[in-house]
């Protein structure tokens, strides 16, 4: 019962460097979610994915590039990391929007 | 752009009171409201959710909601250290929107 599967756990970049953070569900939950934490500013949310073969941006889109790989999958790019962009970042599921979300047990990003 | 209001705290009780977290909202079409609790360095976790006027219990929690004046609450009776977390207050619009907006929470701590 593994509901929300985030990798890496951990990370640190050096400015410039890209990486995928990757987020598997196996609910079969239509959307899926990107959120970042940060201290003072709580979840935030990055980019969203309503049902499969959609995206949208969410309220802190820049920088960030998203993927809806298939009903399972929905991975998030940094091109070009920022120091700005060191934060603990949360995927999220959910099958409709009355039932609330199921989140990932999280990836914390440290941009050097 | 909708808001969430929580008190940050922290709020401190002695083990085995009724600890009470308040959270406002700006938007009236906000249709769904949700309590997670996050242990420091832990995803969120759904506890209650509440989408009608009054009362709803599960165990030692309460859910409250006043959909006039606009604002939602969570009870814990007989608090217990183990309950010592941030919680967060979430609502969404209902229907298509699937957004959760987030409140930043407020820390709890129940002394033994």
């Not at chain 2, 401190?12 to 009724?18: L, N, R, T």
């Amino acid at each position: 019962n593994a509901g929300v599967t985030q990798t890496p756990k951990f990370q640190v970049l050096k400015t410039g460097q890209s990486m995928t953070l990757q987020c598997a569900q196996d609910m079969n939950h239509n959307s899926m979610y990107w959120y970042r934490q940060d201290p003072g500013m709580g979840l935030r949310l990055i980019y969203y994915s309503a049902s499969e073969g959609t995206t949208d941006k969410g309220e802190v889109p820049n920088g960030y590039n998203v993927s809806r790989l298939n009903k399972r999958e929905f991975s998030l790019r940094l091109e070009s990391a920022a120091p700005s962009q060191t934060s603990v970042y949360f995927c999220a599921s959910s099958d409709v929007g009355l039932n609330g979300y199921t989140f990932g047990s999280g990836t914390r990003l440290t941009v050097v | 752009q909708k808001e969430v209001e929580q008190n940050s705290g922290p709020l401190s009780v002695p083990e085995g009171a009724i600890a009470s977290l308040n959270c406002t909202y700006s938007d009236r079409g906000s249709q769904s409201f949700f309590w997670y609790r996050q242990y420091s360095g832990k995803s969120p976790e759904l506890i209650m959710s509440i989408y009608s006027n009054g009362d709803k219990e599960d165990g030692r929690f309460t859910a409250q909601l006043n959909k006039a004046s606009q604002y939602v609450s969570l009870l814990i009776r007989d608090s217990q250290p183990s309950d010592s977390a941030t919680y967060l207050c979430a609502l969404g619009g209902g229907g298509s929107n699937y957004k959760l907006t987030f409140g930043k929470g407020t820390l709890l701590t129940v002394n033994p």
